[in-house]
């Protein structure tokens, strides 16, 4: 598996641990996040959403789907800028630029791989 394979697989790993968490004890995520807790339907969507991403990361990735590597690195780019900019306008509490920052890292790794 090349790196740029493992950049993505292994992101996959990660929004499947996000989407289990939200589907199974979303308020033990939302607490982290220091969010509101909610008993709310949406949050375990969200799950089942970032579940089915993961599939994709984690899939793409054994299958060396370079074309698919390519298009992750400005989506996860983007995600730490909604992220960041939630934060500044007060939506969220800075700690989401956390969740953020694991996006950021995951696209530099996936780019600096396929550089390569």
Not at 47 to 58: M, S, W
Not at 60 to 87: E, Y
Not at 99 to 111: K, P, S
């Amino acid at each position: 598996m090349t790196a740029a394979a493992r950049s993505v697989c292994y992101f996959g790993f990660y929004l499947y641990i996000v989407g289990l968490t939200l589907i199974a004890v979303p308020n033990m995520f939302l607490q982290t996040l220091q969010l509101p807790e909610t008993n709310e339907v949406w949050i375990r969507i969200v799950g089942v959403l970032a579940f089915t991403l993961g599939f994709y990361y984690h899939r793409t990735g054994v299958q060396n789907n370079v074309s698919f590597f390519k298009l992750t690195v400005p989506t996860r780019i983007f995600v730490f800028i909604a992220f960041t900019a939630f934060v500044l306008l007060k939506f969220v509490p800075p700690i989401l630029i956390g969740i953020g920052v694991v996006d950021l890292l995951g696209a530099a790794w996936t780019y600096y791989a396929l550089k390569k």
